[in-house]
């Protein structure tokens, strides 16, 4: 008997082609999420949930997976799932680092570009038919390159993010939980600075840290009061880690000059405001969403769940015992 695997979400086909050598798959192909009674049903049987980070894995969940082994998430980042829940049932998580981190970073720059640049602004403005012609001042914008880049989380996402920062000769400053070792200071060119320094010094700012409540609100009123008036921030980690109220009112009073926004509190719910903000440059939470990437980030979880169910440890596995 194969062991039976729930994926939550639409796959590719060779993900499918991948788990079926080793276990049944019930797969949700048509991709529209399930509820979480309807997933508590589908998981009653299952050794293997292959998950996303629209779901969440809490422990009323897990009660009623009782054979489950292994979830495996299809995102680095896994505030979506209980842990210590996992923990305490012998469940094995899972998640997909490394595989993201260039396509991540390149669409953090993407944002830090079209904010700093207007792109979204003048994108409507020549669609809508209203160019008539050029003069000095249009659309002024502001310089990235000899720019200050402040980056907060200097993790694999972040280190790619700075990597980039070198062909347009920014200085780059970064705060971490941990400083990050000497040597790879150097390769990055870059500094290390306590937070404050880090808001106050940033011409850009990326967030990078993963979401967890010690991140909640990282940047809140207080910390944007701090950041240059023509400072730019950039999220393209996890909607909470700002503080989007506090955000809204700073980019309507012209606190600081714009945002660049992958992920927002209450996605894909975000707060109306924003929409009516033309400082800000909005992303629907892409930062990983290339075709090569996405397909890679499925398979990793698919081979970190058939490890676990096939008596291996995962190689991307969360909670060792
Ligand atoms: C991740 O992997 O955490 C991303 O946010 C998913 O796109």
């Known amino acids: 008997m194969k062991p039976k695997v729930l994926v939550t979400r639409e796959v590719f086909d060779e993900t499918l082609a991948f788990l079926g050598q080793h276990c049944d798959v019930e797969s949700n192909q048509p991709d529209v999420a399930y509820a979480p009674d309807e997933l508590a049903r589908r998981l009653a049987d299952k050794d293997g ?154 011409d850009f700012i990326i967030l990078q840290v993963p979401y967890s409540p010690e991140t909640h609100h990282l940047i809140g009123a207080a910390e944007i009061k701090l950041m240059k008036p023509t400072a730019v921030i950039v999220n393209s980690t996890r909607g909470g880690v700002i503080d989007d109220a506090a955000l809204v009112a700073a980019l309507k009073s012209g606190v600081i000059r714009g945002a660049g926004l992958d992920v927002f509190e209450n996605e894909p719910k975000l707060n109306p405001a924003f929409l009516e903000l033309k400082n800000v440059v909005l992303a629907p939470h892409i930062g990983s969403s290339t075709e090569t990437t996405r397909r890679a980030m499925a398979m990793t979880a698919a081979k970190n769940a058939v490890a676990a169910l096939t008596g291996k440890t995962p190689p991307n596995l969360l909670n060792p015992r």
């Not at 949930?49 to 082994?69: F, S």
């Not at 209203?130 to 880049?149: I, N, P």
């Not at 990055?188 to 320094?197: C, D, P, R």
């Open 49 to 202: 949930l292959m998950c996303a980070l629209t779901d969440r894995v809490d422990a009323p969940l897990l009660e009623r997976g009782p054979r489950l082994k292994v979830v495996a998430n299809i995102a680095v980042g896994y505030n979506n799932i209980d842990v210590p829940a996992c923990t305490a049932r012998g469940i094995m998580v899972t998640n997909t680092p490394g595989v993201l981190d260039d396509s991540t970073a390149d669409l953090a720059w993407a944002l830090m570009l079209a904010t700093a640049r207007r792109l979204t602004e003048v994108e409507s403005y020549v669609r809508a038919g209203e160019w008539t012609g050029w003069w000095l001042k249009q659309w002024l914008g502001v310089d990235v390159h000899h720019a200050t880049l402040g980056i907060f989380g200097m993790g694999r996402i972040g280190q790619a993010i700075a990597k980039r920062a070198g062909g347009f000769d920014m200085k780059v400053i970064y705060h971490n939980r941990k400083r990050v070792a000497a040597a790879l200071e150097q390769r990055l060119n870059a500094t290390y600075v306590a937070k404050e320094e880090l808001l106050r010094q940033s």
